[in-house]
């Protein structure tokens, strides 16, 4: 019972970061938001394994809430972002794909370098997977720093979002119900709000790529 | 001479007579599922050793500016990848000189073939062959750093680099094969055997349009029996490295008892299980479009960012 339990939060842990990895790896917009969906799955796996063997029933309902809103709700509303301009791709990212990997191994390496100190105060099975979670905040932010395309922007967004919510399962065992609460429905408050900011952006200026905006319009 | 020896010598030979038999059958193989995907008959999976035997009886033939090395070079292609063949664990656990079988020495095996291969490319000076060996080495340089961290991925859990150790290990502790390591691993290892192999989204082996073809270039010089070592070797590395992932994932079946029953056994397990790959490979074959050449860092870099990826969730899950 309890080695399934830790392999299936290992498995989950490592999908949630090469998820992450992975919307640095494909181009289409279209593959980088499914790469979201899978991660957002993986992370409420992560809460509700957590939940089952510590049988709390509130953290129950946080993995139940990320299934829906990360694993869902936010992938379908990006999904039909993309489906406007079904051919839409990363197409010049500020550094190009191999550089981005290869960097991404560097920040991985980092945070496992970091992670071990900190979680080296509480060992356990499930702190030490900590790591993974700060890896996928790193890249999330890389991916916010690099990355042109208004969908790619948001997901490095919820990357770092969901890289968080992985180390506060870890760590803690989640934060109460209603911080959860608020931050997906903050989250979910931005793709809404980004998708109407992209269909004004497409009649105003016909590009998806937030770096070509650069002058104010009266 | 202890029983010991006897068994290692007969599993060496076993394994080597296997891969060079099931190497070009496998290549058959894929070729036949890749025809019938696309609806057509497709030539009999015994293909490729027919052509071999066909090339053995031409005549030996070189061009008139070929130095020693193009006569040099499908030999050492060909026995690099014996040597290797033949102290992996691929029927047995314990083959002759099994104690020396690390995985640097096999990787440094394989790339002894591969600039074998590409020197014999560059020989005669040909504008095809000289393409074909610097596309084939840059491939090989993106490839090399991802397949050898992959394996410190695999070596880390086992606590040792010698491959016979690493398949030992995993016999004995079957959840080791599902965790994250082991599949990132296995994700990176894939990715590293289709460009090694010069299967579809690296190189197109059943091209020969000339700027796009990458192995087939450095073989294009070749004639006879040395086309046919050649070719040989290509096909035992490819027999050889699907056996490698098979055993290393699936270690089941490998014969670990000194009997020659379990060696047939082992045999039979390992056949079953290099088609299954082969099926696997043919398939991703079949699927997908070769990849722009200028595409390939990015899918190269992505296996090593796997393999990265696989040395770090090993060490966090430990």
């Known amino acids: 019972m309890s080695t399934t339990y830790v392999g299936v939060l290992e498995l989950a842990a490592g999908a949630v970061l090469l998820s992450a ?28 394994d957590l939940a089952l063997h510590e049988h709390e029933h509130a953290l129950l309902a946080t993995g139940a809430l990320v299934l829906v809103v990360k694993g869902v709700a936010i992938p379908a509303l990006l999904r039909r972002i993309a489906q ?15 550089a981005s990997l290869v960097f991404a191994a560097a920040l991985i390496v980092l945070s496992y370098v970091v992670g071990t100190r900190i979680t080296a105060l509480a060992p356990s099975v499930v702190t030490n997977l900590a790591p993974l979670g700060l890896a996928t905040v790193l890249v ?20 770092v979002d969901n890289g968080i919510a992985l180390m506060t399962f870890l760590l803690t065992s989640g934060v109460p119900l209603i911080v959860e609460l608020g931050a997906s429905l903050d989250v979910l408050l931005v793709v809404v709000v980004l998708q109407f900011l992209m269909v004004s952006m497409r009649h105003h200026s016909a590009t998806d790529r937030l770096t070509e905006m650069k002058a104010l319009h009266d | 001479m202890s029983a010991d ?11 080597v007579v296997v891969v060079a038999f099931g190497g070009p059958l496998l290549v058959g193989l894929m070729s036949k599922v890749k025809a019938r995907s696309e609806g057509r008959v497709g030539a009999p999976v015994t293909q490729p050793l027919r052509d071999l035997w066909k090339l053995v009886a031409k005549e030996r033939l070189h061009a008139r500016h070929a130095s020693v ?22 029927v047995s656990t314990r083959p002759w000189l099994s104690s020396s079988a690390d995985i640097l020495v096999i990787v440094y095996l394989l790339l002894t073939g591969s600039a074998a ?122 027999g050889l490295l699907f056996s490698l992932v098979a055993n290393l994932f699936l270690p089941w079946g490998i014969s670990t008892q000194r009997s020659v029953m379990s060696l047939v056994a082992g045999v039979a397990f390992l056949a079953l299980k290099t088609t299954f790959v082969a099926l696997g490979v043919a398939l991703i074959e079949v699927r997908s479009a070769k990849l722009r050449l200028f595409r390939l860092p990015e899918l190269l870099a992505g296996g090593f960012v796997l393999s990265v990826l696989a040395v770090v969730t090993g060490l966090v899950a430990r």
Do not use: C
């Not at chain 1, 990895?21 to 993986?42: D, E, F, K, N, Y």
């Not at chain 1, 999330?140 to 720093?145: D, E, H, Q, R, T």
């Not at chain 1, 042109?148 to 990357?159: C, E, W």
């Open chain 1, 21 to 48: 990895v992975m919307t640095l790896w494909r181009r289409s917009v279209r593959a980088i938001v499914s790469m979201l969906r899978l991660q957002g799955v993986a992370l409420s796996v992560v809460a509700v």
């Open chain 1, 84 to 98: 406007r301009d079904p051919r839409s791709r990363e197409s010049r990212p500020l550094v190009n794909v191999p």
């Open chain 1, 140 to 159: 999330g932010y890389f991916m916010l720093v690099t990355r042109r395309h208004a969908v790619s922007k948001i997901v490095g967004l919820i990357l």
């Open chain 2, 5 to 15: 020896f006897w068994y290692g010598a007969l599993a060496t030979l076993i394994q």
């Open chain 2, 69 to 90: 090395v193009l006569g040099l070079a499908p030999t050492v292609i060909l026995a690099s990848t014996v040597v290797a063949v033949a102290i992996s664990p691929l």
């Open chain 2, 117 to 238: 291969a590409a020197l014999g490319g560059l020989d005669v000076g040909t504008a095809f062959g000289g393409m074909g060996a610097s596309r084939a080495m840059t491939i090989g340089a993106l490839a090399e750093p991802a397949l050898l961290v992959a394996v410190v991925a695999l070596s880390i859990q086992s606590k040792t680099s010698n491959l016979p150790g690493i398949v030992s290990a995993t016999l004995a502790h079957p959840d080791w094969v599902l965790g994250p390591s082991r599949l990132l691993a296995l994700g990176a290892l894939l990715i590293v055997v289709i460009a090694e192999t010069g299967r579809i989204p690296v190189d197109n082996p059943s091209t020969h349009l000339e700027l796009t073809m990458i192995h087939e270039a450095m073989t294009l010089e070749y004639a006879g029996p040395e086309l046919a070592l050649a070719t040989l070797g290509e096909a035992m590395r490819l």
